[in-house]
C-alpha cells in the first residue's frame, strides 16, 4: 500500500493567513494526489485533483501543486469557513489511501 | 443534481454482517465513466477507501478488509451495496458512498451524507 503522511496534523491559524499543507506519498504517484475539505458532521468535499486542478465550484484561494512523492495544499488568503479538516488521497492505485488529516484551528 | 444516500441498521451486534446501501439520483451507476464504492471514517479518526465497483461488475477492494466485504451493484434500483462480515468494535464508524470518475488523475467527486454504523452487543 501506498502511506499518505500529511503535515503538520493541526496548525493555530487567522482569517487572513496564508495557510501550506504538505502531503508526502511512500513512493512517488507521479501526480495522482487529491485533497479534500472535511467539516465536523459532513462529508469530505473534493477540492483539488491530479495534484493541482481546481474541482468546479471551489474557490481559486484553494491551489495544490507538487508531483513525484510531495505536494502542497496552499490557502492564499484563509475565510471563516475555511476552518476544517484536510485530508490527501492518492489515486495512483488501489488500495487508495488518505493522509491522516490536517486540522485547522483558529488562533 | 447527483445525489448519494446511505441507508442501512445503525447498529449491529458483533460477529454479526453489516450491510448498507447506496442509491443514487441523478445519474446512472451504468454509466462507464465513474467508479462507485464505499469509504469509512471511525470517530475521531481518518478515512478508509473499502471497496469500489464498476458498471461492468469489476470489483476493487482493500486487501485489509478483503476477506470480510463484499460490494454488488443493482442496476435496476439504481443502487450498490456493501456487506461487511463478522463485525466488531473496529467496524464502528461513519460510512461514506462515493463516486470516482475513470482514471487515476479523479478524486472522489461526490459523497453521500455518511450513516454512522455502531457495533455493539
Known amino acids: 500500500d501506498i502511506q499518505m503522511t500529511q503535515s503538520p496534523s493541526s496548525l493555530s491559524v487567522s482569517v487572513g493567513d496564508r495557510v501550506t499543507i504538505t502531503c508526502r506519498a511512500s513512493?512517488?504517484?507521479?501526480?495522482?494526489l487529491n485533497w479534500y475539505q472535511q467539516k465536523p458532521g459532513k462529508a469530505p468535499q473534493l477540492l483539488i485533483y491530479a495534484a493541482w486542478s481546481l474541482q468546479s465550484g471551489v474557490p481559486s484561494r484553494f491551489s495544490g501543486s507538487g508531483s513525484g512523492t510531495n505536494f502542497t495544499l496552499t490557502i492564499s488568503s484563509l475565510q471563516p469557513e475555511d476552518f476544517a479538516t484536510y485530508f490527501c488521497q492518492q489515486s495512483d492505485s488501489t488500495p487508495y489511501t488518505f493522509g491522516q488529516g490536517t486540522k485547522l484551528e483558529i488562533k | 443534481q447527483l445525489q448519494l444516500q446511505e441507508s442501512g441498521p445503525g447498529l449491529v451486534k458483533p460477529s454479526e454482517t453489516l450491510s448498507l446501501t447506496c442509491t443514487v439520483s441523478g445519474a446512472s451507476i451504468s454509466s462507464s465513466s465513474y467508479y462507485w464504492g464505499w469509504i469509512r471514517q471511525p470517530p475521531g479518526q481518518g478515512l478508509e477507501w473499502i471497496a469500489s465497483i464498476y458498471y461492468s461488475g469489476t470489483t476493487y477492494y482493500n486487501p485489509s478488509l478483503k476477506s470480510r466485504v463484499t460490494i454488488s451493484a443493482d442496476t435496476s434500483k439504481n443502487q450498490f451495496s456493501l456487506k461487511l462480515t463478522s463485525v466488531t468494535a473496529a467496524d464502528t464508524a461513519v460510512y461514506y458512498c462515493?463516486?470516482?470518475?475513470?482514471?487515476?488523475?479523479?478524486?472522489?467527486?461526490?459523497w453521500g451524507q455518511g450513516t454512522l454504523v455502531t457495533v455493539s452487543s
Open positions: 462515493a463516486r470516482k470518475e475513470v482514471g487515476s488523475s479523479y478524486g472522489f467527486d461526490y
Open positions: 513512493r512517488s504517484i507521479t501526480r495522482y
